[in-house]
């Protein structure tokens, strides 16, 4: 019923940036926090950025730390990744996802996933 739809991925180059945008459509639903997260290949799905709903509270993965940075603008009903000096360990499939509650950082807190977008860094 509610859909995420995420966009923006591409083939760049390490230290680029790009943008990540996830647009929802269907029912609006919009939980306390709102996620991404990346799959790379034989890798378990992890856990990279969350805000709440508030869109000022977020939180990050070490790893991305300082680089990335997530935004949302509820009346586009859009949530945004902001990606810089991307490194080829960035490398993967990376996922928005919506959350009623729980641990932000660990996907059973989701209830709702988008299809992914590829974002792949040649070295």
């Known amino acids: 019923q509610v859909q995420l739809v995420e966009s923006g991925g591409g083939l760049v180059q390490a230290g680029d940036s790009l943008r990540l945008s996830c647009a929802a459509s269907g029912r609006t639903f919009w939980g306390s926090t709102m996620g991404w997260f990346r799959q790379a290949p034989g890798k378990e799905r992890e856990f990279v950025a969350a805000i709440r709903w508030n869109a000022v509270t977020t939180y990050y993965a070490d790893s991305v730390k300082g680089r990335f940075a997530i935004s949302r603008d509820n009346a586009k009903n859009t949530v945004y990744l902001q990606m810089n000096s991307l490194k080829s360990e960035d490398t993967a499939v990376y996922y928005c996802?919506?959350?009623?509650?729980?641990?932000?950082?660990?996907?059973?807190?989701?209830?709702?996933w988008g299809q992914g977008t590829q974002v792949t860094v040649s070295s």
């Open positions: 996802a919506a959350s009623t509650g729980g641990a932000y950082w660990t996907t059973t807190a989701y209830d709702y």
